[in-house]
């Protein structure tokens, strides 16, 4: 009984203790676990605001890296600006030095420009006082040319004046040859066929006559007298339209051409013949009907100046 007694008070002794002695370790591990979770998180905000820190500074050594290189940028400008400055400052010492020694050359050469302008003037008032004498000789030789010419051209006029009051007394009572101003004119159907360019045998009597009449005269003009027998073709407006001749034009061609051929076997020399062809293109007469499609088909010879 003593015995179980003791065990009994042994066992509720025990117990207790051992209860404290765990409670205290669990407080003392609750106090270190706060204690290094406290530390924790002190370090993790001592790390943090360091790390913010760098960070900062991190951003101004590059701003001050930017500035830096900026400012390197702007000295190497200022730097070739300077050098070129120096460069264009002695180029132009080099110039302004070389211009004053060339005063003294460029002087001498103003001197001697002005001797050969001078000499220049001179020449320059001769030569136009030359050209002076020379136009008023050149005019004086004109009013004389206008004379001699005058002159030629009255000479001409009277010998066809002589022409013309010969011809008149041959031809004038003939009914298809008529005096129009200083020109004779033939109706086409004296001298052709209607649409022909070949003579008719009355025509080539009266061109004939024509001929010899100009021979007589012309061999009374002196040899530095010019003239030409001039022969021109017309035609009525109707228009034609053949093998031979396509139009107007190659009619009044071929007819004045066959009278210039015609006087030439007759005579009177090659270079004082003159074709020229109008077509239907001059009319005497503007109005239509036969009679004056007879009058417009002619052909005109003129005693004139080439």
């Known amino acids: 009984m003593l015995a179980l007694a003791r065990r009994g008070r042994a066992g509720i002794n025990v117990w207790p203790a051992f209860v404290d002695a765990l409670a205290s370790v669990l407080l003392v591990f609750i106090f270190m676990l706060l204690v290094f979770v406290l530390g924790q998180y002190l370090l993790s905000a001592k790390l943090t605001g360091r790390d913010r820190a760098l960070d900062e500074l991190g951003r101004q050594v590059s701003a001050l890296a930017d500035t830096l290189a900026l400012e390197r940028a ?31 050359l460029l002087s001498q050469q103003v001197s001697a420009l002005r001797e050969q302008l001078t000499r220049l003037n001179a020449a320059l008032e001769a030569s136009e006082a030359k050209a002076g004498e020379q136009q008023r000789e050149i005019e004086r030789l004109g009013e004389r040319l206008n004379v001699a010419l005058a002159k030629k051209a009255e000479e001409l006029q009277r010998y066809r004046s002589e022409f013309f009051g010969r011809m008149r007394a041959l031809l004038g009572g003939h ?12 109706q086409s159907e004296l001298l052709f066929p209607s649409g022909e360019a070949s003579l008719r045998p009355e025509g080539q009597k009266s061109l004939s006559q024509l001929a010899e009449t100009l021979k007589a005269v012309t061999r009374k003009i002196p040899p530095d007298i010019g003239w030409v027998l ?28 066959s009278v210039v051929r015609f006087l030439a076997a007759r005579g009177i020399p090659e ?20 009679a004056a499609y007879a009058r417009n088909r002619r052909i005109e010879i003129k005693l004139t100046q080439p």
């Open 175 to 186: 009914p298809s040859i008529r005096v129009v101003g200083d020109r004779f004119v033939f």
């Open 74 to 104: 702007g000295s190497a400008a200022l730097r070739e600006r300077l050098a070129a400055t120096l460069a264009r400052l002695e180029e132009r010492s080099s110039e302004a030095a070389q211009a004053t020694g060339n005063v003294g």
């Open 230 to 257: 001039r022969i021109d073709g017309h035609t009525d407006r109707r228009p034609i339209h053949t093998a031979r001749f396509p139009s107007n034009w190659e009619l009044s061609t071929a007819r004045a051409l």
């Open 271 to 290: 270079r004082h013949l003159s074709a020229a062809s109008f077509g239907e293109h001059q009319p005497l007469d503007a109005a239509d009907g036969e």
